[in-house]
C-alpha cells in the first residue's frame, strides 16, 4: 500500500515504523519544521517500551532514567506520606518502566524511521480530508491521495468527527499546569533538596497539599533534568492557554506554590523558562475509522496523565498496525482494507477507550461519579476491571498489573488467529486473562 501519515509526534512516527516495517510505501505529512524543542518529559511503562526496543530504538542514546520508586511527599514539612516501589517491574513485566525527554523519544523514533525508509514531508500541513477517497487537501491548495491514511494529528485534530461522525470535542476539566525542566544539580543545592533526593532512587516525588495543588517531578535525560510540573485550579487568564508552548511567569508559579517548604519553592528558581497549558480530555469515540482513514494516538484517545499512558497508547496502536497490515497476510483492496481496519477496531478500541477514562478517575484531579465511569467502560469492554476507588490511583498495584504486562504484538497475532475462522470470541479481553483466554482457545478448537 501507499500510506500517507498526518501528523510527526510520537503516534506519527510509530505509526509509520510500523506500517513500514510491515512493508509498505509510508509517506509523514508534518506542519512543523521541527525547530523548536518541546522541553517536557514523557515517562514510558513496560508496554510502551516493549514496542520500541522490538524495533530497535537507541536507549542507549535516548537516556532514559529508569524509574524505582514513587514518593507522595505534603509539601509543607517534606514528609513522605506514601512509598511504592517500583524494584520489581522489569522482572515481573519483562520491560522498563523510565522517562525520557520528549525530544530525545521523539528524535530516536524519528531515527527509526529513517533508518527503515519513511519519507517525512515538513511544512506539511493537512487542511482537509475525504476518508472514504483516501483523499487530503495540504495548505496551498496540493492535494494527496493514498491507499490509506492514518491521521495521528494529535488532541488538537481538527478531523475526528469526520472519521467518528460524532460530536466529541476536547473539554477542560479545571485543572492547568505550570510546568518546566529544572537542571537537577542546580536543585540540590538546596539542602532540604539534597536531603529528599540523594541517595534515593530515581522516581516520582509528587508534593501535595489540602488546597489541591499537586507538584509532579521526576528525572530525565539521564538525570541531568528534572521535569517539574504544577497541577492546580485553572486562572482566568490560563483559560485559553490549551498550547504546551505557552509562556508563563516564575511570579505566577510561586503564587500557586503558596505554602509549599521553601526547598520546594526554590526549584523554579533554577529554571530559565515557565510554560503553563490548561488540561483537557475528551470521551472515546465508539468508531475510529472510515472508509481509508483510520484516528490513533492523542487524536482519537486523548487522555489525561493520570496513569503515563497517553503515549504508550500510541506505541500499542502502531504495533497493532505492524501485525495487523503486515504485506505477507495482507493483500491491499478497499474491502479488505474495510475487514482489517475493523478487526483494529475490535482489538484496539476497547483497550484504549478504557484507558482513556481510567484516566480521569484521579482523586488530585477529577473524580466523577465510579457508577457512570463503569457504564462508560462497559459500551467498550465487558472484562475485570480494578478494584473502585483506589484501585485506580496511578501508580497502585492493580494499575500496573492491569496494564504493564501487555504485549500488543502477541495480542495482535492472537487476533489474527482469531480472525481467520471468522471473528473475535464473545467476550474478547485484550488484558490477558489466563484462564479466560484458555477457555476461548478451548472454544475455538472444539
Not at 179 to 196: C, Q, S, T, Y
Request: charged share 25%.
Amino acid at each position: 500500500m501507499d500510506v500517507g501519515i498526518v501528523g510527526a509526534g510520537i503516534a506519527g512516527l510509530a505509526a509509520a515504523i510500523g506500517l513500514r516495517r510491515a512493508g509498505h510505501n509510508v509517506e509523514i505529512f508534518e506542519k512543523s519544521n521541527f525547530k523548536r524543542e518541546i522541553g517536557a518529559a514523557i515517562l514510558l511503562t513496560p508496554n510502551g517500551n516493549r514496542v520500541i526496543r522490538r524495533w530497535g530504538f537507541d536507549f542507549h542514546k535516548a537516556r532514559p532514567v529508569d524509574f524505582k520508586q514513587f514518593r507522595f511527599v505534603r509539601v509543607e514539612t517534606l514528609q513522605i506520606a506514601l512509598r511504592t516501589s517500583f524494584e520489581d517491574v522489569e522482572e515481573r513485566f519483562g520491560e522498563r518502566m523510565c522517562a525520557y525527554h520528549r525530544v530525545d523519544l521523539h528524535s530516536g523514533l524519528r531515527e527509526v524511521a529513517e533508518k527503515v525508509g519513511v519519507k517525512i514531508r515538513l511544512g506539511a500541513e493537512v487542511v482537509e480530508v475525504w476518508p472514504e477517497e483516501g483523499e487530503v487537501e495540504l495548505r496551498g491548495g496540493e492535494k494527496v491521495k493514498k491507499d490509506f491514511w492514518v491521521l495521528a494529528d494529535g488532541c488538537h485534530t481538527g478531523f475526528v468527527s469526520k472519521i467518528a461522525q460524532e460530536h466529541i470535542p476536547s473539554v477542560k476539566i479545571g485543572k492547568s499546569v505550570y510546568r518546566w525542566l529544572a537542571p537537577f544539580d542546580k536543585v540540590i543545592e538546596h539542602p532540604g533538596a539534597a536531603i529528599l533526593w540523594n541517595n534515593e532512587g530515581a522516581g516520582f516525588c509528587t508534593f501535595f497539599n489540602e488546597k489541591g495543588v499537586t507538584m509532579v517531578t521526576y528525572p530525565c535525560r539521564g538525570g541531568e533534568l528534572l521535569n517539574c510540573a504544577v497541577f492546580h485550579d485553572t486562572r482566568p487568564e490560563e483559560r485559553d492557554k490549551e498550547d504546551w508552548d505557552s509562556d508563563t511567569t516564575h511570579e505566577k508559579v510561586l503564587e500557586a506554590m503558596e505554602g509549599f517548604h521553601e526547598a520546594v519553592r526554590n526549584i523554579p528558581m533554577t529554571a530559565d523558562q515557565m510554560k503553563v497549558y490548561t488540561v483537557t480530555q475528551r470521551p472515546p469515540s465508539t468508531r475510529i475509522y472510515r472508509g481509508k482513514m483510520l484516528c490513533i494516538g492523542d487524536a482519537t484517545h486523548h487522555m489525561l496523565p493520570t496513569h503515563a499512558q497517553g503515549a504508550c497508547s500510541a506505541l500499542e496502536d502502531a504495533g497493532a498496525l505492524e501485525i495487523l497490515f503486515a504485506a505477507s497476510n495482507f493483500t491491499y483492496s478497499p474491502a479488505n482494507l474495510e475487514k482489517r481496519l475493523n478487526l483494529y477496531q475490535q482489538l484496539r478500541l476497547p483497550r484504549s477507550a478504557t484507558t482513556q477514562i481510567l484516566s480521569s478517575t484521579n482523586p488530585r484531579f477529577t473524580m466523577e461519579g465510579l457508577a457512570k465511569k463503569t457504564d462508560e467502560i462497559r459500551k467498550f469492554y465487558q472484562g475485570e476491571l480494578v478494584d473502585w476507588p483506589m484501585g485506580v490511583t496511578s501508580w497502585s498495584e492493580p494499575i500496573r498489573d492491569f496494564f504493564y504486562g501487555y504485549d500488543v504484538f502477541k495480542e495482535a497475532e492472537k487476533a489474527m488467529e482469531y480472525a481467520e475462522v471468522g471473528a473475535l470470541p464473545q467476550g474478547w479481553k485484550w488484558f490477558g486473562d489466563v484462564k479466560e483466554r484458555g477457555r476461548m482457545e478451548w472454544a475455538m478448537k472444539t
